[in-house]
T-cell receptor
Framework: SQKIEQNSEALNIQEGKTATLTCNYT??????LQWYRQDPGRGPVFLLL?????KEKRKERLKVTFDTTLKQSLFHITASQPADSATYLC?????????FGAGTTVTVRA | GAVVSQHPSWVICKSGTSVKIECRSL??????MFWYRQFPKQSLMLMAT?????????EQGVEKDKFLINHASLTLSTLTVTSAHPEDSSFYIC???????????FGPGTRLTVL
């Protein structure tokens, strides 16, 4: 069965630094991978989608990489701000459905 | 654009009663809507996929007679939790997409507490 792992449950970081989150998966080759942000008690908000033939995608201070050989995606938040504090979820399309990782909670200290 | 709403945002009910949750796409027509459940500190788990005008497709282990899904229009899907029990207490989130393989836009979620 497919397995999606996000590197750590929690990540604490100083404001201004870069946060790097990892999403690893096994037993599947997704056509694309997505990253979402989820605040407590709220639904996920779509951030970025990267396709299997793309190595890197950027959106403002966010950068996502996708290595289909390593079966890994990295999600970077550069120049982090306290407002970036949230849980970040990776999701893979598996047979036209999204399968989510458990998420990494990022806390940015001022 | 691509706003999805859910109603109610939270609900408390007694064990044995039924609860209906609505999911609406406000500014687009959703060919497919999805229902997820999320327990504390856990991942979103897909419960079912529904296409307008057809029966929902339930994931393995999800009781279709307990979680009734209706997708009567391109902007509205409802999830009814029948004969709710305390173990059904969870955060229920819907999402909508234009095409089943496209980006999903999520609603704000509904917190269900069954006493």
């Amino acid at each position: 069965s497919q397995k999606i792992e996000q590197n750590s449950e929690a990540l604490n970081i100083q404001e201004g630094k870069t946060a790097t989150l990892t999403c690893n998966y096994t037993n599947y080759s997704p056509a694309y991978l997505q990253w979402y942000r989820q605040d407590p008690g709220r639904g996920p908000v779509f951030l970025l989608l990267i396709r299997e033939n793309e190595k890197e995608k950027r959106k403002e201070r966010l950068k996502v990489t996708f290595d289909t050989t390593l079966k890994q995606s990295l999600f970077h938040i550069t120049a982090s701000q306290p407002a970036d504090s949230a849980t970040y979820l990776c999701a893979l399309d598996i047979v036209y459905k999204l399968s989510f990782g458990a998420g990494t909670t990022v806390t940015v200290r001022a | 654009g691509a706003v999805v709403s859910q109603h109610p945002s939270w609900v408390i009910c007694k064990s044995g009663t039924s609860v209906k949750i609505e999911c609406r796409s406000l500014d687009f027509q959703a060919t497919t809507m999805f229902w997820y459940r999320q327990f504390p500190k856990q991942s979103l788990m897909l419960m079912a996929t529904s296409n307008e005008g057809s029966k929902a497709t339930y994931e393995q282990g999800v009781e279709k007679d307990k979680f009734l899904i209706n997708h009567a229009s391109l902007t509205l899907s409802t999830l009814t939790v029948t004969s709710a029990h305390p173990e059904d207490s969870s955060f229920y989130i819907c999402s909508a997409s234009l095409v089943s393989t496209d980006t999903q836009y999520f609603g704000p979620g509904t917190r269900l507490t069954v006493l």
